[in-house]
């Protein structure tokens, strides 16, 4: 998709709506992914069906992305937003009237539709207050306070009881209260163009270490986010560990992102990639042979889930940042709306696959399917070394900071904006031959 710039940028201020909505929202949001999965842990769900539930939430967002643009550009960003905040809100509220699976693994596809949604337009609102010598800064502090906001949802579980209403009612005042900033600001809209078709079969040709690379991460952070807690609750730890290590993984992630991708801009991306799974793996092993709840200990387990959290999300942003380094600027919007896809299909087909993991060798099955993917990674990216020359260092396209979440982060990839930089200098030419 792409945003036309047809009002003046504010500045800072007109970034805090948007940040002010993105941090109540995923606040409630970050309640909501663990909560699910610990109160179905509690109804004594199978580990598929929690999977399953899991699976529909990515199957939202993959719908989502197909049709939300449409849906903002017919209606507009602020009535869209409010749209998708009441869908969210009603959703969580029926959570916890109705605690069945099958019911809230539909639940969860609306909740999926309705994120990808409210992330839509909170980004698209953020980037057009931005200009292209502050976008960097303004994505850096939108990942930070996204993490941080998510890792706060978690940390709430702590103080509420999981079997009660009261919970899901704090998820949808959440989703409800998000709105409030973004329907009081002055910011002029921003104008949506038509999202631009994908190719996936030429993605796949042209970047398929970048492709697999993501599709293999969305199947490693689908089962962190659906169903590591569960591996929490049954291997013995009360629900204030269970969300302080879910708070742990996330800032893990949210802390290496940066020193494993400036690292990445020395060496051909492939071979950071392929340390990353194998590091993965060898993590995933590890844990594997621990002992956990009362028989292990909490701190080594807190260390080694923030290792974990940091190498399995570096895998995307740098998956990302290999694709960009074989493709042409303007090729890089595509490239991205692509990748996100083959990452939520990753993250939906983890957590049906997980389950016979863990139904063959009990809880500790969720280290031995990390280990499995990751080595799976590992070997097709040695094998792609060996058929495909590295690109150049000196062509390397410098990282950038990213999450997975809608085809408008894109947009702030600086590496998208060298066509237009360089369109701007030919016009710029033309009017002073004129």
């Not at 970047?207 to 659906?226: D, E, H, K, R």
């Not at 993590?283 to 399995?312: E, K, Q």
């Not at 799976?376 to 997975?404: C, I, K, M, N, S």
């Not at 809608?406 to 904006?417: G, I, L």
């Amino acid at each position: 998709m792409s945003l036309t710039m047809s009002a003046p940028r504010s500045g800072a201020l007109g970034v805090m709506p948007p940040l002010i909505s993105m941090l109540i929202f995923v606040i409630g949001h970050g309640l909501l992914t663990t909560l699910l999965t610990v109160r179905m842990s509690a109804e004594s769900a199978s580990t598929f069906a929690i999977g399953m539930i899991s699976t529909a939430y990515f199957a939202g967002l993959v719908i989502g992305s197909f049709v939300n643009a449409k849906l903002i550009i017919r209606v507009g960003h602020i009535r869209a937003y409010a749209a998708y905040a009441s869908m969210l809100a009603s959703v969580a509220i029926m959570y916890g009237l109705v605690v069945e699976p099958y019911t809230w693994a539909f639940l969860r596809l609306l909740g999926g539709f309705a994120t990808g949604g409210l992330l839509v337009v909170i980004e698209s609102w953020m980037l057009v207050s931005s200009s292209s010598e502050n976008r960097g800064k303004v994505m850096a502090i939108y990942m930070i306070l996204f993490y941080a906001s998510l890792a706060c949802g978690q940390l709430l579980l702590k103080y509420i009881d999981p079997l009660t209403l009261i919970p899901f009612a704090l998820a949808a005042i959440a989703a409800s209260l998000s709105v409030v900033p973004l329907s009081l600001t002055r910011v002029a809209m921003p104008e949506m163009g038509e999202p631009h078709p994908l190719s996936m079969i030429e993605l796949i040709r042209l970047t398929p270490a970048g492709v697999l690379s993501s599709f293999m991460s969305g199947m490693v952070l689908g089962v962190i986010y659906g169903l590591l807690p569960l591996f929490f609750t049954q291997s013995g730890y009360d629900l204030d560990w269970v969300a302080n290590l879910m708070a742990v993984v996330i800032v893990g992630g949210m802390a290496l992102q940066y020193p494993v991708g400036r690292a990445s801009d020395r060496y051909d991306r492939r071979l950071t990639l392929t340390a990353l799974a194998a590091a993965l793996a060898i993590l995933s092993s590890i844990m594997s042979l621990m002992s956990y709840g009362a028989g292990g200990s909490n701190a080594m387990m807190a260390l080694m889930i923030f290792l974990l959290g940091g190498v399995a999300f570096s895998i995307y942003p740098i998956s990302l940042s290999h694709a960009c380094d074989e493709l042409q600027p303007e090729q890089v919007i595509s490239a991205n709306q692509g990748l996100l896809i083959a990452y939520s299909i990753g993250a939906m087909t983890g957590p049906l696959v997980e389950p016979a993991f863990v139904s063959m060798m009990g809880p500790k099955g969720i280290f031995t399917y990390f280990a499995v993917v990751s080595l799976a990674l590992v070997g097709f990216l040695l094998w792609r070394r060996r058929v495909r020359t590295a690109v150049p260092l000196d062509e390397h396209q410098a990282y950038t900071l990213t999450t997975p979440n809608t085809p408008v982060m894109a947009e702030f990839d600086p590496r998208s904006d060298q066509d237009d930089s360089l369109n701007d200098e030919a016009a710029s030419k033309e009017e002073k031959a004129a």
